[in-house]
């Protein structure tokens, strides 16, 4: 899709906004395939599982990624 876009798999990102340096993104690949949801939990350090892909629309989904912030 990056390459569809921009003709090219590197990018430049203004995470700071246009007044700063932009970031370079390489979205050359090939590249690690992970899962989101288990890259979240490692990151996190989360004791809890997270919900279940088919579990997100539930409430009980809800109060947990509320309670993350907590």
């Excluded at 340096?21 to 989360?46: H, M, N, Q, W």
């Amino acid at each position: 899709l990056v390459k569809h876009l921009f003709g090219t798999y590197k990018i430049k990102y203004h995470i700071h906004g246009p007044d700063h340096e932009p970031v370079e993104i390489d979205f050359t690949p090939p590249y690690k395939c992970i899962s989101l949801l288990s890259a979240l939990e490692e990151s996190l350090g989360k004791e809890d599982k997270f919900p279940l892909a088919n579990e997100l629309a539930t409430d009980e989904a809800n109060k947990f990624f509320d309670n993350l912030n907590k």
